[in-house]
């Protein structure tokens, strides 16, 4: 079958024929976890830590999975889309209930859902806004329950902005779809993980690859107002690698734009992931 680019229940098919049930608890209730899995020359990018950060959704919301199964699945999407670069969505949802309730029945089967998007990984100049961090308490889960993300990012949107960065009592969180990253006094700051973030697999590659080539990183509780002092903000995510930050719309910055420090990871991301 030519142009297969989706998978819904184990069964590979074209996007446009996939039907879901509205009492699908994905439709009525966002009871479902996702994954963006990047590729790069066909090539799953951190694949491992993808699958594992989408068992532990899972496991988080007692949502049963066939990781094994999923895997595979992501993989096939993979080679059958016949992308050079690109992600896969894949989202686990706890299934479709005879009635739409709360309390959801135990016996219903777990219900899966991937595509394949065509994307190319190239450097983007974000304009940003800062806005109050209006989610939920368990940001850790990587859940479709975004609308407090989907509210703040069209917000900025209406304000001409690309993206947003989120903070609680002043204190810094993560962008709307991504990570936060300074740099000032030659070392780099990011937020420590906590309940309030999504544990970013780039994120976690970045930290890991400049910190083995000597670069000095430190994970903390950091105010917006350091955002202030930065010489360089930039955000991180799977389908935006590092993104530099170009200016926040409310606040004062005094961000150098293409600065050594961010060029420098970004080159050691791009070559330990995108060569
Ligand atoms: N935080 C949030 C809220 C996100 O949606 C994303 C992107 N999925 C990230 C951080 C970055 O995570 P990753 O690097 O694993 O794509």
Request: glycine residues 4%; proline residues 2%.
């Amino acid at each position: 079958m030519e142009n297969v680019h989706a998978v819904f229940n184990g069964t590979f098919d074209n996007l446009e024929n996939i039907k879901i049930s509205p009492l699908s608890r994905a439709y009525t209730f966002s009871d479902s976890v996702y994954e963006v899995i990047p590729f790069h020359n066909a090539k799953g990018i951190a694949f491992d830590r993808h699958i594992k950060r989408l068992q532990k959704s899972c496991n988080s919301l007692s949502i049963l999975a066939n990781i094994d199964l999923i895997s595979k699945e992501i993989i096939e999407l993979i080679n059958k889309s016949k992308f050079k670069d690109g992600y896969v969505y894949y989202q686990v949802s706890r299934g479709v209930d005879q009635i739409r309730s709360h309390m959801f029945n135990a016996d219903i089967s777990t219900e899966t859902f991937g595509y394949v998007v065509e994307h190319t990984f190239e450097a983007q100049s974000l304009k940003v806004m800062l806005c109050e961090d209006v989610r939920w308490q368990r940001c850790d889960i990587k859940s479709t329950s975004l609308l407090g993300n989907i509210m703040s990012m069209n917000n900025a949107k209406n304000s001409g902005c690309d993206e947003v960065i989120m903070h609680k009592d002043r204190v810094i969180t993560e962008g709307g779809a991504s990570n936060v990253f300074f740099a000032s006094n030659d070392c780099v700051y990011t937020p420590n993980l906590s309940k309030n973030i999504l544990p970013g697999i780039t994120r976690e590659l970045l930290i890991e690859k400049i910190k083995a080539s000597g670069i000095n990183v430190q994970e903390g509780s950091f105010k917006i107002d350091d955002l202030t002092d930065a010489k360089s903000i930039w955000l991180t995510s799977s389908t935006k690698g590092l993104a530099q930050v170009i200016e926040i719309t409310n606040q004062e910055t005094n961000i150098v734009v293409d600065h050594p420090l961010f060029l420098e990871c970004e080159k050691i991301f791009k070559n330990n992931f995108l060569s």
